[in-house]
């Protein structure tokens, strides 16, 4: 990156893809959680690449810290147009709960332009109390880097346990987070919404309606002030958890047949027939 953090990249490539996606995690996991969705694109056609954020997974420094507000902003923009610029068109971004805010918020700054975006369980609200959020914000300024549990349970990633179990024994999963991240999250999830008039891209947002890590009520009232753009569908599930696309059977091949029906009539034919930007 320009500040010389290093960041980690996996790639699933393919030959002769007929488009590629770029995956972002959420707080506290890694790219290499993403092995399988990776796969199951690379099997429609698709090439792939996720990275570490800073402060997660295989990239180096302080768990779940950040130098400055806007790192993982400036980290996505870097890391998409560098895999933008090898490829006959722009990737498409996908995002999960913290990845999720990070991929819209900047998509919808303009930092970058996919010619989609697919948000899963995007971190647009807190469960946290109000009182918590506004000690965030005001330590954020006076001990921006201490490192505090960030309190997700595990048990409620998924209904299948052997989720919850690989979470667990993850040996680059960690449970942190600073002040400065956490601001982070509560500034711009609500921001996020107070700007979803301005959304250009076609958006999938997928919701768990029984989510208890993100409070999923951020991305109704997200997806009530996207409606005028006409860009956006959303897809809840009622009765899953966060982690749509490791949730236990039969709802997991039900959100991935809703995102297979999204891809083939918002984003093929518009992928192939535009020219890279």
């Known amino acids: 990156m320009p500040d010389g953090q290093r960041l980690f990249l996996r790639d699933w490539p393919l030959p002769q893809a007929r488009g590629a996606v770029l995956i972002v995690h959420g707080l506290g996991e890694h790219s290499g959680r993403y092995q399988w969705l990776a796969q199951w694109f690379n099997q429609r056609g698709y090439a792939v690449r996720g990275y570490d954020q800073r402060g997660h997974g295989r990239t180096p420094g302080q768990r ?33 709960s913290m990845g999720g805010l990070v991929a819209l918020r900047a998509t919808l700054d303009g930092r970058i332009a996919p010619p989609a975006l697919l948000l899963s369980s995007p971190a647009l609200r807190s469960w946290e109390s109000p009182r918590l959020i506004k000690l965030a914000g005001m330590l954020s300024r006076v001990a921006p880097s201490l490192p505090l549990r960030n ?39 609500a ?22 890590l993100v409070d999923p009520s951020g991305s109704r009232a997200f997806a009530r002030k996207a ?51």
């Not at 779940?64 to 507000?69: D, I, K, N, Q, T």
């Not at 921001?191 to 208890?212: K, N, R, W, Y």
């Not at 995102?259 to 009539?265: E, M």
């Open 64 to 96: 779940g810290a950040l130098r400055h507000r806007d790192d993982l902003l400036e980290d996505l923009a870097s890391v998409y147009n560098d895999y933008s610029g090898g490829l006959p068109h722009a990737p498409l971004l996908l995002g999960h």
């Open 151 to 189: 309190g997700l349970d595990s048990d409620k990633l998924s209904h299948d346990p052997q989720v919850a179990a690989g979470y667990r024994s993850d040996p680059l999963r960690h449970g942190w987070v600073t002040p400065r991240l956490a601001d982070f999250i509560f500034r711009e999830g």
């Open 191 to 212: 921001g996020c919404i107070a700007d979803a008039a301005s959304l250009a891209q076609p958006t999938l947002l997928l919701v768990a309606d029984s989510d208890e």
């Open 227 to 277: 409606t005028s753009t006409g860009q956006l569908t959303t897809r809840f599930f009622s009765t899953l958890y966060h982690e749509l696309f490791n949730e236990a059977e039969p709802g997991r091949s039900q959100v991935m047949m809703q995102l297979a029906d999204w891809l083939g009539r918002h984003v093929h034919d518009r992928a192939v027939a535009s020219p890279h930007q």
